[in-house]
């Protein structure tokens, strides 16, 4: 388990109200991440109704290089960038309004991928660039206290906010644990998690056999991306990849039982986020697993491929500890769970990061 970072008491401004914090936000990734850490609290955070605190979030991939275009602009937020324009975006505001706040928002140790996922190769090349994006800015956002000291030794200044997910898109949770004879197990992820060339990845020849072996016990549902082994196999269910959006009706219309999430124990995995315990939860699902850094404060995070096998075996076999395997989940992360939960607790927590990163507070 990582150590934990202690953060210095700092002082920080308290804003006196009423206010009003504009940003904009120019996004490299329009698909994942930049939906569910910019898009989503945008949206959520521009809708608030409070009297005393008025948001103005513009999140956009078109970069406008005109000063005037930043009148009034509390801060401006990158997220992801990694390339050379990027940078060169960065380094032309910092010139022509040098005391306008740039912060950078991540949530992937990008010098880290593994070489099995194909986005190795797009960022790889990339590291000094990235390095010295962190080193420029004003602050950076972090999904994880991981994640966060990663990257610390390129920049001091640095603020955790977790994933969370959109309860107007996702609705109310409850148990969907239910008796069934052939269980639907389904994984739900992009295709940067396998060797699309051959074996490796976060699913390993051992249970890629185990799924083989299973096809007529078990109703194996990919969504997304799939082991190359699995490929074209008709006794395997496939779907693919739903943007953000739809991503949570159609996994619901699946009608599955366990959710799995096995991850391979390496450097970049450790950095990422607990979105996908955060989805099952959502789903009312049980969950199988890796004991990885996402997921260790989870029911029965398993560190081996026959401990993830054995444990899909048993939920298979017992609807009960199914729904404790759910329950437990969700009485860890139920206050993580939801941007809008506790009065926008967690949407005001994110602006408030934001602003302790240039000295203030709400």
């Keep these: ?28 990734d329009t698909a994942g991440c930049g939906t569910i850490r910019v898009v989503y609290p ?4 521009n809708q608030l109704h409070d009297r005393e605190i008025k948001t103005e979030s513009m999140y956009t991939n078109r970069f406008n290089p005109h000063k005037e275009a930043y009148n009034g602009t509390s801060f401006v937020v990158f997220q992801r960038s990694a390339t050379e324009p990027q940078l060169q975006m960065i380094q032309h505001l ?22 099995y996922n194909f986005a190795s190769k797009f960022y790889k090349p990339l590291t ?3 390095e010295t994006i962190l080193k420029t800015v004003d602050g950076v956002i972090t999904s994880t206290s991981h994640l966060r000291s990663k990257y610390i030794k390129y920049n001091k200044n640095i ?16 148990d969907n644990t239910k008796e069934t004879d052939s269980p639907r197990i389904v994984y ?6 396998f060797n699309q060339h051959g074996e490796g990845g976060d699913m390993d020849k051992e249970f890629v056999s185990y799924i083989l072996g299973t096809v007529y016990k078990y109703q194996w549902v990919f969504v997304g991306g799939m082991p190359h082994e699995l490929k074209g196999d008709s006794r395997i269910e496939y779907h693919p990849w739903k943007t953000v959006y739809e991503l949570p009706k159609f996994l619901k219309s699946l009608n599955c039982d366990i959710v799995i999430a096995p991850l391979e124990d390496n450097t970049f995995n450790a950095s990422k986020s607990n979105i996908k315990a955060l989805e099952a939860v959502a789903l009312g699902l049980p969950l199988v697993c890796s004991n990885v850094e996402p997921y260790k404060n ?32 969700y009485t860890t992360l139920k206050d993580q769970l939801f941007w809008e939960d506790n009065n926008n607790a967690n949407v005001y927590h994110y602006m408030d990061q934001y602003l302790k990163l240039v000295g203030k507070r709400l």
């Design 1 to 28: 388990m990582s150590k934990k970072i202690k953060i210095k008491a700092k002082q920080y401004t308290k804003i006196p109200r009423p206010v009003k914090i504009n940003w904009t936000q120019y996004m490299a």
């Design 42 to 45: 945008s949206l959520l955070l």
């Design 94 to 115: 910092k010139r022509i309004l040098p005391n306008l706040p740039i912060i950078y928002e991540i949530d992937d140790s990008l010098m880290d991928i593994s070489e």
């Design 128 to 130: 000094s660039t990235i």
């Design 159 to 174: 603020r955790v906010i977790e994933n969370h997910l959109p309860k107007f898109v996702w609705g109310d949770v409850e």
């Design 188 to 193: 739900a992820g992009s295709f940067n998690h």
């Design 298 to 329: 989870l029911t029965s995070p398993q560190d081996t491929t026959e401990g993830l096998i054995n444990q899909i075996d048993m939920l298979c076999d017992d609807t009960d500890l199914r729904a404790k395997n759910w329950y437990s989940n």
